[in-house]
């Protein structure tokens, strides 16, 4: 907790608005916590807090139960949770991604910037996850075809046996954390990434990271999903290792701070996002965005801004797999004094 409070006083932006009363509140996973499908400013919120509180989320797994089968889990030891999350979208034929929320976050209103910091304790609601491909990925002419396979999860010693000789280390986080589209666009697929953020499938979003959003509608509504318990920068196959999580954040509202793209900030650097679908356009959009940081926020001209980008920032592939790709620009904030 000392380290996310060092976070969040070192922050670039202005000082949020926090209420004086901070309070804790938690979605199950329950059929009446979750929507299927889109980002809408038309679903009706499940939850309502003010800034500064602190939302502890539970969230199926990307796909539900049926794609925990096709991995070869067995039935006995799926949670009733994700039973019951199953039986509920059969019936009401709904299928794919499922979010937790919306949550509607009091005083946000279009024009401001809502930070989302994601705070320790992560949980997996089953000890194993799926991960595969479906005729697509980043070679899909060369695995024109499905196969899904089931990995357990240690999660006392936080790794995951990928075969005897491989072992990878969890780093659990949510692929999918988002805000409603302005009204206009109607509604986005979840598994589209944009300005609203959502499925972003951006690894760096571990405990001590903060997610920056613009604000589109009143109340932002957030939605949260899409749980991984470890992923590889560019999520290469389309899928990284898939399984239902419970983990916390806590929401700050800032007022009146204008972004057009998500940010993110870690413990030790400051990144912004292109998304697109063209890469070289999203690493365009990155590298933009950065810019555009170094002369609002670091007092730089637009000359040395871009000079300094060549110097001191990285552009990593954050996926590439999702229609609209993403870019991300990495800087550390130790250069900074």
């Known amino acids: 907790m000392e380290r996310m409070a060092l976070l969040v006083l070192s922050c670039a932006f202005l000082a949020s608005t926090v209420s004086a009363t901070a309070a804790d509140h938690e979605l199950k996973l329950i059929p009446s916590n979750t929507h299927t499908g889109s980002f809408d400013a038309r679903i009706k919120p499940v939850l309502r807090i003010a800034p500064g509180d602190t939302v502890t989320v539970e969230a199926l797994v990307p796909f539900g139960m049926d794609r925990l089968l096709a991995a070869g889990a067995s039935e006995t030891e799926i949670p009733d949770s994700v039973k019951a999350m199953d039986k509920y979208m059969k019936e009401k034929g709904l299928y794919g991604g499922t979010l937790t929320g919306p949550i509607y976050v009091e005083g946000a209103q279009t024009g401001d910037m809502l930070e989302v910091q994601i705070l320790p304790g992560f949980e997996f609601l089953h000890p194993y996850g799926w991960t595969g491909f479906r005729g697509r990925g980043t070679l899909p002419d060369d695995f024109p075809y499905a196969r899904y396979k ?3 999860i240690d999660a006392a010693a936080g790794s995951i046996q990928f075969s005897p000789r491989i072992t990878i280390k969890t780093s659990p986080f949510w692929g999918t954390i988002g805000v409603a589209p302005p009204v206009e666009s109607r509604n986005i697929p979840n598994g589209v990434p944009g300005s609203h953020a959502g499925n972003l499938d951006f690894k760096e979003l571990v405990p001590g990271a903060s997610l920056y959003i613009p604000v589109h509608v009143p109340g932002a509504l957030l939605s949260i999903g899409d749980g991984h318990a470890v992923q590889g920068d560019g999520e290469i196959s389309g899928g990284a290792l898939e399984t239902s999580l419970r983990g916390s954040v806590r929401v700050q509202l800032h007022k009146g701070k204008f ?39 670091r007092g730089l001209t637009r000359d040395d801004a871009y000079m300094l980008c060549s110097q001191a920032v990285d552009l990593r592939v954050t996926q590439l797999v999702d229609g609209v790709k993403g870019i991300h620009a990495m800087i550390l904030k130790s250069i900074f004094h």
């Open 150 to 152: 089931l990995f357990r």
């Open 259 to 297: 972004i057009k793209w998500p940010r993110a900030e870690t413990s030790t650097h400051f990144i912004t996002m292109g998304l697109n679908t063209d890469l070289d356009e999203a690493a365009r959009m990155a590298v933009r965005e950065m810019i555009d940081y170094l002369v609002t926020e």
